[in-house]
């Protein structure tokens, strides 16, 4: 009797999202299968991307190996930006710390000058992330939108608070947005029904946040599942949107992290990883070492 | 399906401080409104009922009692509320609830054969609330069989499944509504009951009407003999007098997986619709679900 393999043939399909502009574009989701379901029908045009952090001051609690393959250009974040392009990053994620009102308060016009200076150093997209701060972060992302306008960036994260005040100058000035809530995939759902009804759901990305190994990833890696099973078995048309783990500053927190160089690159690659074959279409690296590891494991170029 | 009108609650600060206060009309009005709306039983919640219990339950078993002629269910954590509650019941009874817990099968299951209640028995235990219909079958029937060793028998026992949120956990809708299908093969005679708000708890107040009478309707289908609910809900009494089968058909439709053509309906059905597809599993539950 022969054994014939069952095949899942899904007709859900995530949005297609590409970043950047001209020569430099990269291109996000798109699959109608799971993740790595080679064996199914569906189509996977696009394989998870890998993108490195830069921070827009030279952090100040960073272990020394994290510093190290950085550390002639840690307070150049165009520098910085060019060294991780140039250590296989298909992104540039562009972390905006000092903008937060706790930290150095940067006005929004100086972190847009920065955003633009990075984004024309590279030769591959460039990904934001605001302050933590939503009332600060909301008025820097706007001003982000204005003077970077039509290079398609992907700015964040908008959040239930204040992603009115960020949709619209990222949709009026050519971007992409980063939905971001906090591992509830029912707010997820909710905050990507507000932010759609005036703003294109094929320029959204979705943020669930990222928990490190051993810190609560478990729930990160449920929510991306559920995510794609709800977007591409039961085309459910607000969870259809590329997933990105930022997930580089969570796991070179831990504990485990900052006592062990070998263990703070695995603990970074074990949660990429797992977030990658749960789903997530992009995630943020900050050690060159991991990228490498995690494109070897991969297979990624 | 018998309705158990859940108003009279002390978590409502308004019913609490009508206790508190010995406020005799407002609790009355509160209770005859319930008897008006067409309720078979009246629940009491008095909650832990830590600050005097005996004469915080007599005066309000007393107060209800001479308003209106219904069965009442007493609703309380405290052994010593319960026992002063049932003992003034003029007519049968509910004891609300029992569960699989030590502390309650010792110190609240007695009071049942002592007062020869109806018995409502929740699939709690000491280990937490069961998530899904196997461990639901497992903890209820161990505690119905400590029940009837103590000479309760099934037809006496009101089984409640625990309803979770739909907001917080959205599959637990579709367990609970498997369990009580299921239900008479794994204990036959006894009856069910549950609280339906708690399945609306968290969602958006001017929705939680909807919620609550979609899934009655649901439930309704699976074999559910009554619920612990809102009896000023108009829509929820109507629909339980089968005055509205048109919104009854349509989620039986959905619950067998039937193409609907939405757009044609009328606004009211549409929500009707759309509710039960997220009562379903079918639809992840947002908070707004109905611009879905």
Redesign the interface.
Known sequence: MQYRAPVEAYTGTVREITLGTGAKTLKLGGETALPFHFFDQGSIPNAPRLALEVWDMPPKDWARWVVEPFQDVISDPVKWAQKCVACGADAVCLQLVSADPAAGDTPPEIAAQLVKAVAEAIPVPLIVYGPDDEKKNAVVLAKVAEVCRGQNLLLGPAVKENYEAIAKPVLEHGHCVIAQTSLDINLMKELNIKICKSFPPDRVVIDPVSSALGYGMEYSFSIMERIKQTGVIFKDGMTQMPIIANLAGESWKTKEAKEDRNQGILWEGMTAVSLLLAGANLAVLRHPETLRYVKKLFGLK | MIIVGENIHIISKAISRAIDSRDVKAIQALAVAQSDAGVHYIDLNLGPARKDPIAMTEWLVKTVQTAVDLPLSIDTLSPVAMDVGLKMCKRRPLLNSISGKADSKEHMLPLAKKYSTEVVVSVLTDKGCPMDVASRSESIMETVAYANRLGIPNEDIWVDPILLPV?AD?SQAKEVLEFIRILPDILPGVKSTLGLSNLSNGAPAALRGLLNRTYMMMLGRCGQYSVIADALDRQLMALNRGEMPEYVKLVYQVMDGESIDVASLPADARDYVKTAKVLTG???????WL??
Not at chain 2, 282 to 288: R, V
């Open positions: 907001s959205q079918e639809k992840l539950y947002s908070h707004s611009e879905d």
